[in-house]
């Protein structure tokens, strides 16, 4: 009987460390609520094992501490089973909690953000081009309950439903609508891949899209196009620079006309260009008063 008499205390001792350990001050109500849904009754066969659970921990100790207490880091969370349902309360940490050897079982649970390449995806545009367009997605778990029992890999669904998302979305999308409204994409894939992991309790924070990359015979006509595009502003500007010279040349002529001295004086800035260029042969032209005059005395 006193063996009996100081196994009570003992247990009932541990069981208020179990409840303090699984109870920490900040919990997920979400949490509580899918924990509440799929905690029913264990059971007779439930208690029993549970009562011999306990025996084993009073028996065992203090060796079985070692195997009871377990700790989670500050952004992780326990996901505590026990018979196969989730236990009241949700999810448990951060710190310390307990497990009852041989019939509960935890899953850990990483709450930082991460994030994962979408490999290149070959789409097919709305005008009929075929590019290969990929992506980076950043996400994190927003509730550790509902991403361990209403999926079997939360993170490999995601990165599969972004693959599709992103094939999905740009499809609907113009060539030139993927390569000058990429912001405009992200954005909106964000908010649909955010709405569809939200029952898995996932947050998708941000969605970028890295590289669209062309067919290389689009490539080159792009470029031939660009080229083209390059070479008639080109002949554009230079028919606005011939223009605008021979306006100007057109109004020297006009002044020079008007005076006699200037013609002169033109004359002799082009004879002193010519013997600059040290040229062994210079042309002196005729002054064209002078063909005047010999076309006078021929008449």
């Given at each position: 009987m006193s063996d009996q008499s100081q196994s009570v205390p003992i247990s009932a001792c541990l069981l208020l460390i179990q409840q303090s350990v699984r109870n920490p001050s900040v919990?997920?109500?979400?949490?509580?609520?899918?924990?509440?849904?799929?905690?029913?009754?264990?059971?007779?066969?439930?208690?029993?094992?549970t009562f011999l659970s306990w025996i084993l921990v009073v028996c065992t100790m203090p060796f079985s501490f070692f195997v009871c207490f377990k700790v989670v880091q500050e952004y992780e969370r326990a996901v505590i089973f026990r018979l196969g349902r989730l236990l009241q309360g949700g999810s448990g940490g951060p710190g310390i909690f307990f497990i009852l050897p041989c019939i509960e079982t935890y899953s850990k649970v990483d709450l930082r953000t991460s994030v994962f390449d979408v490999p290149p995806q070959e789409v097919l545009t709305k005008d009929s081009v075929t590019v290969s367009v990929d992506a980076v997605v950043y996400y994190?778990?927003?509730?550790?309950?509902?991403?361990?029992?209403?999926?079997?890999?939360?993170?490999?669904?995601?990165?599969?439903?972004?693959?599709?998302?992103?094939?999905?979305?740009?499809?609907?999308?113009?060539?030139?609508e993927i390569l000058g409204d990429r912001e405009s994409i992200s954005s909106d894939m964000q908010g649909v891949l955010d709405d569809a992991t939200e029952n898995w309790g996932i947050k998708v924070e941000r969605v970028e899209i890295k590289d669209v990359r062309l067919p290389v015979q689009l490539q080159r006509a792009m470029a031939a196009e660009a080229e083209a595009a390059r070479e008639a502003g080109a002949k554009v500007i230079a028919a606005e620079g011939e223009q605008k010279a021979s306006r100007a040349l057109k109004e020297a002529a006009e002044v020079i006309s008007m005076s006699p001295a200037a013609l002169q004086l033109r004359y002799l800035q082009t004879l002193n260009s010519i013997s600059a260029e040290k040229n062994s042969t210079i042309i002196f032209p005729v002054p064209i008063n002078i063909l005047g005059n010999f076309m006078e005395k021929r008449e």
């Open positions: 919990h997920n109500q979400s949490d509580k609520r899918s924990a509440d849904e799929n905690d029913g009754g264990i059971g007779i066969c439930g208690w029993i094992l994190r778990v927003s509730n550790a309950t509902v991403s361990v029992a209403n999926v079997e890999n939360a993170h490999h669904s995601t990165r599969l439903l972004a693959q599709t998302t992103l094939r999905n979305m740009l499809g609907t999308k113009n060539l030139h």
